[in-house]
């Protein structure tokens, strides 16, 4: 059994010779016989222990008879104490997951310390398949029901290989104790609801049951390694990412085998559940404008002719303003903007770029101000006489909300609008035959930050 484990070790390259180990024991069967394994397989092990607190003197018992654990095998022993009841309530967590959170989150804290190269834990075979169970409940993609993988980051699982009876049998031909948590066998928890309850069943049907999902596991691994390559094809072909938005293609999406799967690819790393997700697949041809928001508001998703804008949420906090005094020559923050001021004369030449707007600089009451769009904005576009509302402009110009948001308005000190920047300018302040002295502006897009 002990060359199995070596042998699962060497083939997911879970730990190297002469390099340090925690090891996460709770004095329970499946730490025990860990600890023993990679102690005897001559890997350099530390033994970190947690005290959740949660089981009374049982709690304490577990914590002295890992300390003297260590003791015997003359390995180093850390410990912390955990205060999981009060945790759990102010982060509005299930005690499971908040022991889970306090644990992995101090044993890499001390891996770090002590310069460990990973955190091997005694999870096994029945616990994978457990929580191929667990997931299937609650409801999950094919990466859910691969069951527990060998190695995440820094933890590894050298155990994934061994049953819970491998195990039971490795500890009594060692003559190895340990000791026994009484909350396994309380089935209000729905991990030992499934052990307890739903897996004795299958194995009534199937007395080789883990073994079966052990391969099924594998197999789905395997199909989940090609559904990956198959998801980023689509995303490279379907994405685009202009600055801090991202263009998701249509047409191509409707076009793929799956396209809700491929949505969700796409957008759940940003936060956006599968519920939103659905909600924006069944609206992908309608009238452009819906908005969608991710769970905490800091992600949103705007319907947009024929492409999904995605883009972080601009709050409404987020407007900063900026002066540009007088015989300022230049700035580079939030954009890149040149200032020269000219002579005007019958041969002076007008640069037509978009990137350049001219001004009478006698009409201009300073400090300019720099600032975004906001509800109410009206300027006379150039060329034209009456005013006209931004928002009817940006309409005409069929621009999405990112687009607008992104835009920078130049204002004079009466916040009348000089210039939609790199967009058009306003015709009160043009430069006519009367001019005497021209402020040209130069914005050079690449060069803001």
């Known amino acids: 059994m002990l060359e199995r484990v070596k042998r699962y070790i060497e083939e997911n390259k879970l730990l190297f010779p002469k390099e340090k180990v925690l090891v996460g024991v709770s004095g329970g069967a499946d730490s025990v016989a860990l600890l023993d394994m990679l102690y005897h397989l001559g890997y350099h092990c530390i033994i970190c222990h947690c005290n959740f607190h949660l089981r009374a003197d049982e709690s304490l018992r577990d914590e002295h008879f890992v300390h003297a654990l260590a003791t015997s095998y003359q390995l180093p022993f850390i410990k912390t104490d955990f205060d999981t009841q009060r945790y759990a309530k102010e982060k509005n967590l299930s005690i499971e997951m908040a022991a889970r959170e306090l644990r992995y989150t101090w044993f890499e804290e001390k891996r770090q310390e002590y310069n460990a190269s990973a955190i091997a834990v005694g999870h096994h075979l029945d616990d994978s398949v457990e929580t191929t169970f667990l997931n299937l409940c609650r409801g999950t993609g094919i990466r859910g029901l691969t069951g527990i993988r060998a190695k995440n980051g820094n933890i590894v699982r050298p155990l994934l290989t061994l049953s819970k009876k491998d195990i039971l049998t490795y500890l009594s031909a060692g ?50 390694a090609i559904y990956r ?4 094809y689509w995303k490279s072909n379907i994405v685009k990412q202009k600055a801090q938005q991202w263009e998701i293609a ?50 949103r998703v705007i319907l947009h002719r024929d492409c999904l804008i995605l883009s972080p949420n601009k709050k409404a906090t987020e407007d900063p303003i900026y002066l540009i005094e007088e015989n300022t020559s230049g700035i580079s923050l939030p954009i890149s903007l040149r200032l020269t001021i000219q002579e005007n004369s019958p041969d002076f030449c007008f640069n037509k770029k978009k990137e350049t707007a001219y001004f009478d600089l006698e009409k201009l009451a300073f400090p300019l101000i720099l600032r975004h769009w906001k509800k109410g904005d009206r300027f006379v576009p150039f060329g034209m006489k009456g005013k006209k509302k931004l928002s009817d402009y940006f309409t005409d110009r069929k621009m999405c909300l990112p687009e607008k948001e992104m835009l920078w308005i130049l204002c004079n000190a009466k916040d009348e609008i000089l210039w939609i920047v790199g967009e058009r300018a306003d015709n009160r302040f043009r430069v006519t035959e009367t001019t005497r002295d021209i402020l040209r502006i ?8």
């Open 442 to 449: 130069d914005f050079f897009p690449d060069k803001g930050k």
């Open 229 to 232: 390559q198959a998801v980023e």
């Open 250 to 299: 249509v047409p191509v999406l409707l076009s793929s085998p799956a396209p809700s799967t491929i949505l969700f690819e796409i957008l759940s790393p940003f936060g956006f559940n599968s519920a939103v997700i659905k909600d924006i697949s069944g609206h992908l041809t309608d009238i452009p404008g819906k908005t969608f928001y991710n769970s905490d508001v800091t992600y």
């Open 175 to 224: 003559s190895l104790s340990f000791v026994t948590d009484s909350t396994n066998e309380d089935s209000i928890y729905t991990r030992n609801f499934i052990r307890n309850k739903i897996i004795p069943l299958f194995e009534e049907l199937n007395p080789d049951f883990n073994q079966t999902m052990q391969r099924t596991q594998e197999y789905l691994t395997d199909t989940e």
